[in-house]
């Protein structure tokens, strides 16, 4: 079932954690491994730096683009987000955690969220109900057993009509598998609470086949101006931003500059909160759902 009313375009009497406007999250893609490559699914995985190869084999190059991500932009995103005193969340994969439980350990002991991305690029949709249901249950037990916190979000990438359902049944306090608002709402007015991500503030369009963003000043303009407007509009009433962010790409060199100077910006507004994603959910829930919204849900 479709949503296409929500919140109609009330304004919602409520502030975010001290008296602040906006809540903004960072969300880091901590994938690289998971990726698809005939060695592991048969496929050729086809985003990335360049065109992927033409022929069924494995892509070497653009495997190591992937690597990157893992073996150095982890490191560099972690520096600023350090530097800057922010807090994210990682949409880590099972199996790169796995691949590399240093950045695993170094994500946790920063004080950062990993939120439940699967086990790898699984296209849920291509999975029967129990064959999906299986997978996300494999996902968090894995998740758990490397930072020894049992993840409290799901991030699908590629979800099925089953996918939010199966993460309520789960027990998972919030999924962002949606698009469609700037404010947390119910799945269907009374499920499980979804936390809308961002298709658009995301440097995955500095890739192939996207190709938007061309430099770091493309990029940063962008989630500047997104945070302009979203910071007026919460002057009437609160909103949300999320950023969108992958190892491999934000955490090139001339990239990493878009990430800095975009923290430098947000660090000058008393009226932003930043928060990850499970801080989010757990005031909203606590707050705004019990105090502000008499009915939870999308069109309350």
Known sequence: ??????????????????????????????????????????????????????????????????????????????????????????????????????????????????????????????????EEKQSMKRSVEVIESITGKKPVGFYAREPSVSTIRIAQELGFLYDSDAYNDDLPYRYLGGGILILPYTPDVNDFHFQYPMNRFATASQFYEYMKDTLDVLREEARSSPKMMSVGLHCRVIGRPGRIVALRRFLEYVKGFDDVWVATREEIARYWIDEVEKKVLTTPGSSA
Not at 27 to 32: A, G, I, L, Q, Y
Not at 64 to 83: D, F, K, M, P, T
Request: aromatic share 14%; proline share 2%; glycine share 10%.
């Open 1 to 130: 079932m479709r949503d296409f009313v929500g919140y109609a375009g009330r304004s919602l009497e409520f502030t975010w954690p001290g008296g602040k406007r906006l809540a903004l999250s960072i969300v880091v893609n901590f994938e690289e491994g998971s990726e698809h490559s005939v060695v592991t699914d048969g496929l050729v995985e086809s985003v990335g730096e360049f065109s992927p190869v033409d022929v069924r084999t494995q892509d070497v190059g653009n495997e190591s683009v992937y690597e990157y991500g893992s073996r150095v932009g982890v490191w560099r995103i972690l520096s600023a987000l350090r530097e800057y005193g922010f807090k994210a969340t990682f949409f880590a994969t099972a199996r790169a955690l796995e691949l590399n439980k240093f950045a695993a350990e170094a994500i946790v002991k920063g004080g950062h969220e990993i939120c439940d991305h699967g086990l790898i690029w699984t296209e849920h949709y291509r999975l029967s109900y129990e």
